[in-house]
C-alpha cells in the first residue's frame, strides 16, 4: 500500500522569493517518487523524479527535491520563482511497475508580482 | 520527444450521444492509460493497457468502453453519458526507465468534456 500527503493545499510567494512545496509519502515498497505540475487547462508535465541515485534530484526550470528517508518525505524547492510557476504540483508515488500511480491532493502554487 | 496528442481539446454531448476520445504517441511506449479528472482533483486512474491488451480497468462504469486498436492509438468510447461525467480526461502513454526499472508515464493535454 502508498499513499501521499501533500501539506498544503495553497502557497502563495512574491517573485524571487523561495519555494517550498511539502510532501510526506508511505510505501510498502522501495518508493519511486515524482513531482508533476499542471498549467491551467493544460496535461501534467514530470517536473522530477527520485531514482534512488542520489537524494537530492534535479528537474526541470529550476526545481529540485530532496528525497530524506527517515522523514519520508520528498519536498520541492525552487530558489527564486517566477511568474510562470504557477500552477497545481503534484507529489506521487508509484507501484513497482510504475502503472499504479498514487497522487497526492496537489499544491496550488500562487506566484506574486 | 515525450508527445502524447489527444483530441478533440474540448467535446460537449448530450447523454444519449455517442462519442470518442483519441489518444496517439509515436514513441513507441507499450504502455497507455486513460485517467480522469475532476475539477481541484488530482488524476484518478481508469485503464491501463499494455502491449495493447486490457490489463487493468479500475472499476468504471461500462458506459465507458476503451479500445487499442495498435501500438500507437488508445480510444476511449462514451455511451449514455452522465452530467456527473463530465471532467477532464487525461491519456498517459509510458516509457520504461532502466535507472529507475519502472515505466515512466507521459501525459497528454486532456480532452474536457461537458455532459449536458
Known amino acids: 500500500a502508498q499513499s501521499v500527503t501533500q501539506l498544503d493545499s495553497h502557497v502563495s510567494v512574491s517573485e524571487g522569493t523561495p519555494v517550498l512545496l511539502r510532501c510526506n509519502y508511505s510505501s510498502s515498497y522501495s518508493p519511486s517518487l515524482f513531482w508533476y505540475v499542471q498549467h491551467p487547462n493544460k496535461g501534467l508535465q514530470l517536473l522530477l523524479k527520485?531514482?534512488?541515485?542520489?537524494?537530492l534530484v534535479k528537474g526541470i526550470n529550476g526545481f529540485e527535491a530532496e528525497f530524506k528517508k527517515s522523514e519520508t518525505s520528498f519536498h520541492l524547492t525552487k530558489p527564486s520563482a517566477h511568474m510562470s510557476d504557477a500552477a497545481e504540483y503534484f507529489c506521487?508515488?508509484?507501484?513497482?511497475?510504475?502503472?499504479?500511480?498514487?497522487f497526492g491532493g496537489g499544491t496550488r502554487l500562487m506566484v506574486k508580482p | 520527444d515525450t508527445e502524447v496528442t489527444q483530441t478533440p481539446k474540448h467535446l460537449v454531448m448530450g447523454m444519449t450521444n455517442k462519442k470518442s476520445l483519441k489518444c496517439e504517441q509515436h514513441m513507441g511506449h507499450r504502455a497507455m492509460y486513460w485517467y480522469k479528472q475532476k475539477a481541484k482533483k488530482p488524476p484518478e486512474l481508469m485503464f491501463v493497457y499494455s502491449y495493447e491488451k486490457l490489463s487493468i480497468n479500475e472499476s468504471v462504469p461500462s458506459r465507458f468502453s476503451p479500445e487499442c486498436p495498435n501500438s500507437s492509438l488508445l480510444n476511449l468510447h462514451l455511451h449514455a453519458l452522465q452530467p456527473e461525467d463530465s471532467a477532464l480526461y487525461l491519456c498517459a502513454s509510458s516509457q520504461y526507465d532502466s535507472g529507475l526499472a519502472k515505466n515512466i508515464q507521459y501525459f497528454g493535454a486532456g480532452t474536457r468534456l461537458s455532459v449536458l
Open positions: 506521487v508515488v508509484s507501484d513497482p511497475l510504475g502503472n499504479m500511480l498514487t
Open positions: 527520485y531514482t534512488s541515485a542520489a537524494t
